[in-house]
């Protein structure tokens, strides 16, 4: 009897926490409730660029680095799509300034409480709030985004687009061309 009762109330707690969880209103966090699912990486920007304010939703799981080709190490939210920064944003103090239109091409990444990161140094990862109240990324305090013309994970179609947006690297800054051989033939 005892164990069923302890089975009871295990089942009891379980059930009123999922249903906590289904009842927290993420706006109330500074972040608004649609968006393209593009800021989450689970599909093609350009496909789901219809909205410029990225929901809870599309929260970005976290971040990391991978090797490209022609950049070097370049950095990515985990599902893999390029993360990039806007030179006409202020890291000191960080100012996100793509709003509006620019946003339709240049999707926010909103920042997310204990992100995993993998390759960037934690001191690295910031927040800056938003002029509509959201929370977005930072990487060395360069507010994060997108580029919706990525319609691959991988691609780095975004990077010197208009000579002001740029892919980071891991310390933040604006990615590079790779240039020189290692020796090896250029292969």
Not at 34 to 42: F, K, R, V
Not at 168 to 183: M, W
């Given at each position: 009897m005892r164990k069923i009762v302890l089975t009871l109330a295990v089942a009891a707690a379980a059930a009123l926490s999922l249903s906590a969880c289904d009842s927290i209103d993420l706006t109330k966090q500074g972040q608004a409730t649609?968006?393209?699912?593009?800021?989450?990486?689970?599909e093609a920007p350009a496909a789901a660029a219809t909205s410029a304010v990225p929901s809870a939703a599309?929260?970005?799981?976290?971040?990391?680095?991978?090797?490209?080709?022609t950049l070097g190490k370049v950095v990515?939210?985990?599902?893999?799509?390029?993360?990039?920064?806007?030179?006409?944003d202020t890291p000191k103090p960080?100012?996100?300034n793509c709003e509006g239109d620019c946003l339709a091409k240049w999707p926010y990444v909103p920042y997310v409480e204990n992100m995993k990161i993998e390759g960037v140094d934690q001191k690295l990862i910031g927040k800056v709030t938003r002029s509509d109240g959201s929370l977005q990324l930072t990487i060395n305090s360069w507010?994060?985004?997108?580029?919706?013309?990525?319609t691959k994970v991988g691609e780095t179609k975004g990077q010197g687009v208009g000579g002001?947006?740029?892919?980071?690297?891991?310390?933040?800054?604006?990615?590079?061309?790779?240039?020189?051989?290692?020796?090896?033939?250029?292969y």
């Open positions: 649609e968006a393209p699912a593009a800021a989450a990486g689970t599309a929260n970005v799981a976290g971040v990391k680095v991978r090797d490209d080709v990515t939210d985990w599902k893999g799509w390029t993360l990039y920064r806007f030179e006409k960080p100012k996100s507010p994060a985004y997108r580029f919706a013309g990525d002001t947006w740029f892919a980071f690297t891991p310390e933040g800054k604006k990615a590079q061309a790779v240039t020189g051989d290692s020796g090896n033939g250029g």
